[in-house]
């Protein structure tokens, strides 16, 4: 058999594809996700400390402002894929974040360090995020993600915020235990003015990387011939998520077990209303068929999964080494299943 038909029927390009130009787009991917989990960092920290210095209390800052900023990156690579023609990327990278958040996330912090839930307020967000998926689930049957769609998940953004200050004005003085992990947590040696130069330079920095992740994941997925929605849901998704796997670790292994799921579950949330609904608005059109027999139904399961090991419906609620490996085993059979259908 030849060289030229032994490549054909490699997955991957040829070698002389591997031209300077398909270096840069992995040069510009890596540097993308450096910056976009810098700019990340930077950003939530500003905002906090910002709305700290304003006297709002930890735990709204918390569920609010930490919450919808580690979201952030999924919220602009979504944007700037809807605004570049690419909605598939921003499709896939909601959907594969949400995977990504509890197979890899949870996963590999349960095995760092088992997972405990103390919190009432977590236990409220976890059928709420159910109920999420399903509307999400629903409005995608049709094949299609229009105008009506996205406006639908961002009116659902908008009440979801709406209850969270809710319920942060009404917990502030209950013995919740994410009361005193997100005052543990929050910056306190940021004056206003830093606070604001942070959060400005975070915010610059995550557009920039945005849109130099974006462009170096498209040129990515047209020299190996797969779809911007498997790209998505692979590349970008881990990328993206990576600022809530430091984040989850983080809080594992300073004991505070709450805020590492009440991330997760807060990012998912906000990934199937903000950056779901954002394409649905700038970019509509037809859904890839694999996104509601493929990709949906895992979200879903696992989301369930999540649902069944961290609520504690006989008790307390965790998520243990064993649950932690089969989770991260699910995420290595999903990203399998992902390689061999790109290669079909």
């Not at 402002?65 to 909605?87: D, K, R, Y």
């Not at 929050?186 to 557009?207: H, N």
């Not at 965790?318 to 061999?340: C, D, M, Q, S, V």
Request: charged residues 10%; proline residues 4%; aromatic residues 6%.
């Amino acid at each position: 058999m030849s060289r030229t038909e032994l490549n054909n029927l490699s997955p991957f390009p040829p070698k002389r594809y591997y031209t300077s130009s398909m270096w840069i787009q992995l040069a510009a991917l890596f540097a993308g996700f450096a910056l976009l989990v810098w700019g990340a960092d930077r950003f939530v920290a500003g905002a906090a400390a910002t709305a700290r210095n304003l006297g709002v209390s930890p735990l709204l800052i918390g569920l609010t402002i930490v919450g919808f900023g580690t979201s952030a990156p999924e919220i602009l690579v979504s944007v700037v894929a809807s605004l570049q023609g690419n909605p598939g990327l921003a499709v896939g990278n909601a959907i594969g974040s949400n995977i990504t958040n509890v197979a890899l996330i949870l996963g590999t912090t349960a095995l760092v360090a088992p997972l405990s839930v103390h919190s009432r307020i977590v236990r409220r967000e976890l059928p709420i995020l159910i109920g999420i998926t399903a509307v999400a689930y629903l409005l995608l049957r049709d094949g299609t993600l229009d105008m009506s769609d996205g406006v639908i998940l961002l009116l659902g953004l908008v009440v979801l915020l709406s209850y969270i200050v809710y319920v942060g004005l009404n917990t502030r003085n209950e013995k919740d235990a994410m009361v005193a992990e997100y005052e543990a947590e929050i910056p306190t040696d940021l004056s206003l003015g830093r606070a604001l130069i942070s959060l400005a330079i975070g915010f610059v920095v995550l557009l920039g990387s945005s849109r130099l992740l974006v462009w170096a994941a498209v040129g990515i997925a047209e020299q190996f011939g797969v779809s911007d929605l498997v790209i998505g849901l692979t590349i970008v998704a881990l990328g993206t998520s990576l600022p809530e796997l430091a984040a989850s670790i983080a809080s594992a292994l300073k004991n505070e077990p709450d805020i590492a799921i009440g991330n997760v579950i807060g990012s998912n949330m906000f990934n199937l209303l903000a950056v779901l609904g954002i394409p649905g608005i700038i970019s509509a059109g037809p859904v890839d068929p694999a996104v509601l027999t493929r990709d949906m139904p895992v979200m879903s399961a696992l989301t369930v999964a999540l649902l069944l090991m961290a609520y504690g419906f006989t008790g307390e609620g965790r998520i243990n080494r064993f649950e932690g490996a089969l989770l991260l085993a699910a995420y290595a059979g999903y990203t399998t299943l992902l390689y061999f259908t790109a290669v079909r």
